[in-house]
């Protein structure tokens, strides 16, 4: 695992959670990027998640949703009791969460943002997500990204 931390690797570390980390190739300009990290990592595309910053009534609030559907902003927006919510600007969201997109995490973000994780994950008994780096997943237990996030669950996949 050498060359391989980040501040969410250090903080599954630093909490002794069990995870693995998954090293990929793909470009991070590529179409449907997930699903075609779930090729490289041959795994189920419906257990990796992608970690979209949100601004929900102003509020950043990161959405994480399975590569295999699209984010139903209303659905976010209604989890968090929230009017309004849309993708936040690239640039705010790496700023909040010290990551580039393609690479952010729901973990160990420089400033914790609120969390809403798609329920499909607690089905899941590992799900993959952003280990905060371009080319590098994390497995892990659902509970285990809830419990340290304080992530929400809730349906937020278009249908």
């Known amino acids: 695992m050498a060359g391989q931390g980040t501040p969410a690797t250090a903080l599954l570390v ?7 980390t998954h090293p990929y190739r793909v470009s991070p300009d590529a179409p449907n990027y997930g699903a075609l990290v779930a ?3 041959d795994v189920a595309p419906e257990g990796v998640f992608k970690s979209l910053v949100t601004a929900v009534d102003g509020a950043l609030t990161v959405a994480v949703v399975p590569v295999t559907g699209e984010l ?12 309004r919510a849309a993708l936040a ?5 790496e700023r909040a969460t010290g990551y580039v997109r393609g ?10 943002l609120p969390t809403v994780l798609d329920e ?9 997500v952003s280990a905060g780096r371009r080319g590098l997943q994390l497995e892990l237990a659902a ?16 249908h």
Do not use: C, E, F
């Not at 630093?14 to 693995?20: C, M, P, S, T």
């Not at 600007?89 to 969201?93: C, G, Q, Y």
């Not at 690479?103 to 914790?112: F, N, Y």
């Open 14 to 20: 630093k909490h002794g959670v069990a995870h693995r």
């Open 39 to 41: 090729v490289a990592l």
């Open 72 to 83: 139903d902003l209303k659905a976010l927006a209604a989890a968090v009791g929230g009017k």
């Open 89 to 93: 600007d690239r640039a705010v969201a």
């Open 103 to 112: 690479g952010i995490s729901p973990l160990g973000q420089r400033r914790r």
């Open 120 to 128: 499909s994950a607690l089905d899941l008994p590992t799900i993959y």
């Open 143 to 158: 509970a285990d990204l809830v419990a340290l996030t304080d992530a929400l669950t809730a349906p937020l996949q278009t």
